[in-house]
Each structure stands twice: as structure tokens, then as C-alpha cells.
């Protein structure tokens, strides 16, 4: 029986489910009651046990014909696309590569496996995890499922072996044939992630969708279902987030709207003026992945569905948006009243310590996104600042303005400061316009620190 594609937890499953699936095409009882023994039902007294090959056999062929079907008929063959030309481009290019991942999650919903969703704790990466969420339960709805569906809002840059012992642990409190899958939106797509892939590649099935600059030695590349806009001549303003929202069209038409907006303006793409929604929300979304101990959770994790509950209540919406910017403005005085305005030709870089202005009574804004706000402010506030970098503890932040991303090219400063200290820094990663760097136990952060700002001094100076 080990090819019949059931699902159980704690001995008990949706056998409605799988029974309404194949019963349309085999008539055979003994392949009913043996589907019905292996998702745990109480077979009625005096029914004759089928013989188990011969039920496990039928079974098995129906359930998967069934399913391969059904998924392929839920998939949307039209792109979903919202008008925006360079946007609607790189989503029509992607869009046939949907259609096996949109089916594997169909199929894992459909049979109750284990899904487990990691998205980036920022605005970019829960926006996403909202609007697949919407689809998921649309779907759901339609289809009468009960998913078995673990939120994890995941706060580094990469998918560690430690993330995927967690994740195998979570996997094995459900009994199941079928192999639960790992859903990765926005981080990981750098070589640190490599020991985490290897740990789990053959124990789940894994979706990866993500928007930032793939390294040279970032085995992630190989998985099947890995799709990255930078593979098909786009690159990462066409956000993760962004990406996540068509994904989630993909098999079933939500509103999505304002998270598209909330991606795109959260993650500070070209694209964001584009879409008249998502600024409330981009600033929420980014306050309560800061911050969740705001809406009480002491563990830290914020799920979809607590992000809905505020988003969908007018006057929550509005008072979370407001703190949110109260607080925001506060940290920029602040922020205006420490920094340092270094030459770098006839530009300017920002550099901030921000432990000099951090608010003791909330967590946001968090450090590492505080260098495009800053970049941000100061251009509202007058003047032309191409780059802004913000150090705090041992994590170094850096932002360039568009017109100049090319040219100062993070990634490849990045890059350069790991070649010359290898030892002194953990990880790094991001983007062409942001990306950040964690300074190792054995790093000297002032040392990198300097090389880093003679390093954009040069590239600025050059402009």
C-alpha cells in the first residue's frame, strides 16, 4: 500500500476527501474499504477485508489519476496580470512554470500532508503569506478541505540545517504517506542555505519563491519548484511578495490588491507608485513583523490570520497605522540628530549608529530596514543622499538610492567585504538597492565598517 497517497493526523484524516476524489472512477468495493482501513475508519462489522494487493492496487491507481485531473483542471491558464507593463511582462514569462508547484500544493491540500509556510518577516515576505493565504483558504472553502498548514515567520536571511531539524520534527507529529512540503517565500537564496536544503531534500517536497540576486554556489538553484524573477531576465523589483500574490492566482482568483501594494512599497521597488493600494498596509505589515509582542505574542510568530483580524477591522487598521508612523517619525528626529554626512565626491553617504537612537519601549522600526527609511527621509527632507548605512550590534545595513544601484552595487560590495574577511562575517545578503551583512564573533565591525564606506566612496565618487 505503499503508494497510495493518504494523509493522517494523530490517526485520523478526511477520508470525505480522498472518497469523493476516486469513487467517480472505480466502482470496485474492495478498493473503497481498503482506502477506508488506511485513513483510519472503523469498517462496519461483518464487511468482508478486500485482499490487499488487489484494493491497495485499484486504490492507488484512482486516487492519483483523480487527483493528477483535478489539479491540473484548477490550474488558471490565463497570468494574472494587473496592468503594470514591466510587472505584467516578467508574470506572463512565468507563469506555465506555476503550474507544477500550484499542482503539488493542490495535491498536498487536497490529501491533508504537512505544509509548512516560511515567509520573511518583513512587509515583503508577509504580504505574500497573506494573500496565499487568502487563496488557500478560498480554495479550501470550495473543495470542503481541512490543510494541515504551519505559518513560520522566519527571521534571518537563510534557511539553516537548525530550521530543517525544526521543520522534520513538526513534520513527524503527522503519520503520512505522502511527504509534507516546506514553502519558502522571500529569504534564503545564498549558499548559507545549502546545509538546510541538503538536510531536508529528500524527506520533503519544496517550493521556493524569492526575488534576491542568486549566488554563484546557492544550491537551491537545483531544486525543482525554485522560482526566482531573476531567471527570467527580471530582477528584485519585481518583489518576492509580489511574486507570491500571482503564485496564489494562480489557483484561485482572491483580492489581492492591497498586498501587492504592500510588496512593492514595503520593499521600496520602482514599482510601488504604481498601484494605488498598500501603503496603510505596507507600514502595518512592517510594524507588527517588527514588533509582534505589540498584538501580544510572546512567541513571536505572527500568522496570516492575526494580520487579517486588524487588517480587516477599519478601526484597528487605523490605529495600528498611526502608531506605526508616530513611532516611525520619532526614530527619524532622532535618527537626523546623530547621523554622520561623509563626502564621497560631491554625494553624500549616511551613516548612522542606531544604537544611539533606539527606542527602549518598542522594537520598531528594527535596524536592519532602518537604512531605507533613512535614505527615504532625508531625500523628503531636501538634497540628493545616494546611500545610507546603518550599524547596530553586529549587523552592518546598506541602502542606495535607484538611479545609483547599479553603479554602488551592494551585492558585489557584499561579496568583495566576504573575500577579504572571511572569518570576520557570518552571512550576508539582500538585493541591489538593500542588503545587510552579520559581523561574525571574530569580525572587527569598525574594521569592516570602514572598508565598506571607503569601498561606496569610490564607486560614488566616480558618478
Same mark, same amino acid.
Given at each position: 500500500? +505503499?503508494?497510495?497517497?493518504?494523509?493522517?493526523?494523530?490517526?485520523?484524516?478526511? /477520508?470525505?476527501?480522498?472518497?469523493?476524489?476516486?469513487?467517480?472512477?472505480?466502482?470496485?468495493?474492495?478498493?473503497?474499504?481498503?482506502?477506508?482501513?488506511?485513513? $483510519?475508519?472503523?469498517?462496519? +462489522?461483518?464487511?468482508?477485508? /478486500?485482499?490487499?494487493?488487489?484494493?491497495?492496487?485499484?486504490?492507488?491507481?484512482?486516487?492519483? &489519476?483523480?487527483?493528477?485531473?483535478?489539479?491540473?483542471?484548477?490550474?488558471?491558464?490565463?497570468?494574472?496580470?494587473?496592468?503594470?507593463?514591466?510587472?505584467?511582462?516578467? !508574470?506572463?514569462?512565468?507563469?506555465?512554470?506555476?503550474?507544477?508547484?500550484?499542482?503539488?500544493?493542490?495535491?498536498?491540500?487536497?490529501?491533508?500532508? /504537512?505544509?509548512?509556510?516560511?515567509?520573511?518577516?518583513?512587509?515583503?515576505?508577509?504580504?505574500?503569506?497573506?494573500?496565499?493565504?487568502?487563496?488557500?483558504?478560498?480554495?479550501?472553502?470550495?473543495?470542503?478541505?481541512?490543510?494541515?498548514?504551519?505559518?513560520?515567520?522566519?527571521? @534571518?536571511?537563510?534557511?539553516?540545517?537548525?530550521?530543517?531539524?525544526?521543520?522534520?520534527?513538526?513534520?513527524?507529529?503527522?503519520?503520512?504517506?505522502?511527504?509534507?512540503?516546506?514553502?519558502? !517565500?522571500?529569504?534564503?537564496?545564498?549558499?548559507?542555505?545549502?546545509?538546510?536544503?541538503?538536510?531536508?531534500?529528500?524527506?520533503?517536497?519544496?517550493?521556493?519563491?524569492?526575488?534576491?540576486?542568486?549566488? +554563484?554556489?546557492?544550491?537551491?538553484?537545483?531544486?525543482?519548484?525554485?522560482?526566482?524573477?531573476?531567471?527570467?531576465?527580471?530582477?528584485?523589483?519585481?518583489?518576492?511578495?509580489?511574486?507570491?500574490?500571482?503564485?496564489?492566482?494562480?489557483?484561485?482568483?482572491?483580492?489581492?490588491?492591497?498586498? +501587492? $501594494?504592500? &510588496?512593492?512599497?514595503?520593499?521600496?521597488?520602482?514599482?510601488?507608485?504604481?498601484?494605488?493600494?498598500?501603503?496603510?498596509?505596507?507600514?502595518?505589515?512592517?510594524?507588527?513583523?517588527?514588533?509582534?509582542?505589540?498584538?501580544?505574542?510572546?512567541?513571536?510568530?505572527?500568522?496570516? @490570520?492575526?494580520?487579517?483580524?486588524?487588517?480587516?477591522?477599519?478601526?484597528?487598521?487605523?490605529?495600528?497605522?498611526?502608531?506605526?508612523?508616530?513611532?516611525?517619525?520619532?526614530?527619524?528626529?532622532?535618527?537626523?540628530?546623530?547621523?554622520?554626512?561623509?563626502?564621497?565626491?560631491?554625494?553624500?553617504?549616511?551613516?548612522?549608529?542606531?544604537?544611539?537612537?533606539?527606542?527602549?519601549?518598542?522594537?520598531?522600526?528594527?535596524? $536592519?530596514?532602518?537604512?531605507?527609511?533613512?535614505?527615504?527621509?532625508?531625500?523628503?527632507?531636501? $538634497?540628493?543622499?545616494?546611500?545610507?548605512?546603518?550599524?547596530?550590534?553586529?549587523?552592518?545595513?546598506?541602502?542606495?538610492?535607484?538611479?545609483?544601484?547599479?553603479?554602488?552595487?551592494?551585492?558585489?560590495?557584499?561579496?568583495?567585504?566576504?573575500?577579504?574577511?572571511? @572569518?570576520?562575517?557570518?552571512?550576508?545578503?539582500?538585493?541591489?538597492?538593500?542588503? @545587510?551583512?552579520?559581523?561574525?564573533?571574530?569580525?572587527?565591525?569598525?574594521?569592516?565598517?570602514?572598508?565598506?564606506?571607503?569601498?561606496?566612496?569610490?564607486?560614488?565618487?566616480?558618478?
Amino acid at each position: 500500500m +505503499e503508494e497510495l497517497v493518504t494523509s493522517v493526523k494523530h490517526g485520523s484524516g478526511n /477520508p470525505a476527501i480522498l472518497i469523493s476524489l476516486y469513487e467517480k472512477k472505480i466502482r470496485v468495493r474492495e478498493a473503497r474499504e481498503a482506502l477506508l482501513l488506511k485513513a $483510519g475508519m472503523v469498517i462496519e +462489522e461483518g464487511m468482508p477485508l /478486500p485482499s490487499e494487493d488487489k484494493a491497495a492496487k485499484l486504490a492507488a491507481n484512482a486516487i492519483l &489519476s483523480e487527483l493528477d485531473s483535478n489539479t491540473k483542471e484548477i490550474f488558471k491558464k490565463t497570468p494574472y496580470l494587473t496592468g503594470i507593463k514591466e510587472l505584467d511582462t516578467t !508574470t506572463s514569462k512565468l507563469w506555465e512554470h506555476f503550474r507544477k508547484p500550484v499542482e503539488l500544493l493542490l495535491r498536498k491540500l487536497i490529501l491533508g500532508a /504537512p505544509v509548512i509556510i516560511r515567509f520573511h518577516n518583513d512587509a515583503d515576505g508577509s504580504s505574500g503569506a497573506v494573500a496565499l493565504n487568502r487563496s488557500i483558504q478560498g480554495i479550501s472553502e470550495k473543495m470542503g478541505l481541512k490543510p494541515n498548514i504551519i505559518w513560520i515567520m522566519h527571521r @534571518s536571511v537563510m534557511y539553516t540545517a537548525t530550521d530543517a531539524e525544526w521543520d522534520t520534527l513538526v513534520a513527524n507529529n503527522f503519520s503520512t504517506i505522502e511527504k509534507p512540503l516546506l514553502l519558502i !517565500t522571500d529569504f534564503g537564496t545564498s549558499e548559507n542555505s545549502n546545509r538546510g536544503i541538503e538536510a531536508l531534500r529528500n524527506n520533503f517536497d519544496i517550493i521556493w519563491l524569492d526575488h534576491h540576486p542568486i549566488e +554563484e554556489n546557492f544550491s537551491g538553484i537545483t531544486l525543482e519548484n525554485y522560482i526566482n524573477p531573476w531567471e527570467f531576465g527580471s530582477g528584485s523589483d519585481y518583489t518576492a511578495g509580489y511574486l507570491t500574490c500571482a503564485f496564489a492566482h494562480a489557483f484561485h482568483d482572491s483580492d489581492t490588491k492591497d498586498m +501587492e $501594494g504592500a &510588496s512593492l512599497i514595503g520593499d521600496s521597488s520602482i514599482h510601488g507608485s504604481d498601484l494605488s493600494t498598500g501603503r496603510e498596509e505596507a507600514a502595518i505589515l512592517d510594524l507588527l513583523t517588527s514588533d509582534p509582542i505589540i498584538i501580544s505574542k510572546a512567541d513571536g510568530n505572527i500568522v496570516p @490570520s492575526e494580520i487579517e483580524s486588524i487588517l480587516s477591522d477599519k478601526k484597528k487598521k487605523s490605529e495600528f497605522f498611526n502608531y506605526a508612523k508616530v513611532k516611525l517619525d520619532e526614530v527619524l528626529d532622532r535618527a537626523f540628530l546623530q547621523m554622520k554626512h561623509l563626502k564621497a565626491g560631491s554625494h553624500e553617504i549616511l551613516v548612522l549608529d542606531y544604537s544611539e537612537i533606539r527606542s527602549e519601549d518598542t522594537k520598531y522600526p528594527l535596524p $536592519g530596514r532602518f537604512a531605507s527609511k533613512l535614505l527615504t527621509e532625508a531625500d523628503a527632507r531636501g $538634497g540628493k543622499h545616494y546611500m545610507a548605512i546603518v550599524h547596530y550590534n553586529q549587523f552592518i545595513s546598506m541602502r542606495a538610492a535607484g538611479n545609483v544601484s547599479e553603479i554602488v552595487n551592494i551585492p558585489e560590495i557584499i561579496k568583495k567585504m566576504k573575500e577579504i574577511y572571511s @572569518s570576520g562575517i557570518d552571512s550576508g545578503g539582500g538585493h541591489k538597492n538593500a542588503a @545587510s551583512i552579520k559581523v561574525s564573533i571574530y569580525g572587527d565591525k569598525k574594521e569592516i565598517l570602514r572598508s565598506i564606506i571607503e569601498d561606496a566612496r569610490g564607486r560614488l565618487a566616480a558618478l
